[in-house]
């Protein structure tokens, strides 16, 4: 059976971003690469959106960018700006298109769809495969969004909506989100934070048309593109193996608190291509550790607290919104880490560290 130097488990969002990182900054040229993928054909699945608060790879794949953004609760809208740091939507065809043509051109990079088919015994392993045990008492983030298309205008393209918590929360914490992505066509997707085994919010598609037909008031549309998933909101098993690395999700690169992971995934395969020649005496990447601490206060009081969430979310973004935005992805200061702290109910985070 065939060896090769290095493995990628998973060919999704980190094991392509990782292989593209180390193709185009030519790591590959002596080396040889297997990537493990088992789907069959890569089609749009994500849309991966994010604030830019560093530069990456895949601008190209840029659906669309927006520099201003609203967060509502019932009877309230706060519209904020984020020109310093424009939010955007990667459309995963085309980040899918991208990095698959530029790895064709290497002929030391074959993608195979199981590891049997390869020995493994003597390669260094990235593997984005989560271990995941199931616990009823974890928490997740689902969702299910759709792409529509109006005939006539109807969106404001220049503004996105981050979070609209002014829906059925069901002793939950639930909103949605809609990203125009012109006056015609925009993604709206019900988002929820909860238990794994929790099936009483998975009536996606009537949420989803109730709040298109009866909230935004959209009674003439079309839905051209679905897309559903969860993730993890805690780290997935992380046994240090010799010679074997965990990237994406199963490498703790998700934000626990929001679950935002695509620009730790860039992030994350920057630090491993410039580490790349020492890379099994090299220290192990992490998101900081004073966001997991404040995040694991943050999802204890959502655990316990679900209906005061959307009014904490809100409250939140009552800081300079460069400040949060920094703070939710992971480029806060200790000032802005302190200015975020005080916009929280502080008895309740308190009570938390107890629980
Ligand atoms: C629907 C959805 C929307 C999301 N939106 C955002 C967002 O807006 N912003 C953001 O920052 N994050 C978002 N995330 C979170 C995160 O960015 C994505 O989940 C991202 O795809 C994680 O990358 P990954 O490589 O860890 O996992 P994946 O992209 O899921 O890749 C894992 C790969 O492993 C393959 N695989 C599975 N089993 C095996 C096996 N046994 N052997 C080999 N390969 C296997 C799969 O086919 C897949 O291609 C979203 C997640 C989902 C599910």
């Not at 994500?46 to 953004?69: A, E, G, L, P, R």
């Not at 043509?101 to 493994?120: Q, T």
Request: contains cysteine.
């Amino acid at each position: 059976m065939k060896e090769f130097d290095y493995i990628i488990i998973g060919g999704g969002c980190a094991g392509l971003s990782l292989a593209y990182e180390l193709e185009i900054h030519e790591k590959l040229k002596d080396k040889t690469l297997a990537i493990i993928e088992p789907r069959e054909e890569y089609k749009k699945d994500k849309t991966w959106s994010f604030w830019k608060v560093v530069t990456h790879n895949f601008d190209d794949c840029i659906k669309k960018s927006w520099k201003n953004f609203s967060i509502n609760i019932p009877g309230k809208t706060n519209h904020l700006k984020c020109d310093h740091y424009p939010y955007q939507s990667v459309d995963s065809s085309l980040f899918y298109k991208k990095i698959t043509s530029k790895l064709k051109e290497n002929k030391n990079i074959v993608f195979f769809r199981d590891l049997k088919e390869i020995n493994s015994k003597n390669s260094f392993i990235f593997n984005s495969v989560p271990s995941i045990k199931k616990d009823h008492r974890n928490l997740w983030q689902h969702f299910c969004g759709v792409e529509i298309e109006t005939q006539n205008n109807f969106f404001d393209d220049k503004i996105f909506n981050l979070m609209d918590f002014d829906c059925d929360q069901r002793e939950s914490v639930h909103f949605f989100y809609t990203l125009p992505y012109s006056k015609t066509k925009a993604l709206v997707e019900t988002t929820w934070l909860s238990k794994m085994n929790d099936n009483s919010q998975k009536d996606y598609d009537n949420q989803i048309k109730d709040y298109i037909e009866n909230h935004l008031n959209l009674k003439n549309y079309k839905i051209t593109y679905k897309e559903e998933g969860a993730i993890p909101l805690f780290y997935p098993s992380d046994e240090t193996e010799k010679n074997k690395i965990n990237i994406g999700t199963a490498g703790g690169m998700t934000r626990l608190s929001t679950g935002y992971t695509f620009l730790n995934i860039q992030e994350h395969s920057k630090y491993i291509r410039e580490n790349f020649e020492n890379i099994s005496n090299t220290k192990k990447y992490k998101i900081n550790k004073k966001y997991q601490f404040l995040d694991d206060i943050f999802l204890r009081v959502l655990e316990k607290h679900p209906e005061k969430m959307s009014d904490t979310f809100f409250k939140m973004f009552k800081a300079s919104p460069n400040t949060v935005i920094k703070f939710l992805s992971n480029k806060s200061n200790f000032l802005e880490d302190l200015s975020i702290i005080l916009k929280m109910p502080k008895l309740t985070f308190i009570k938390a560290l107890f629980y």
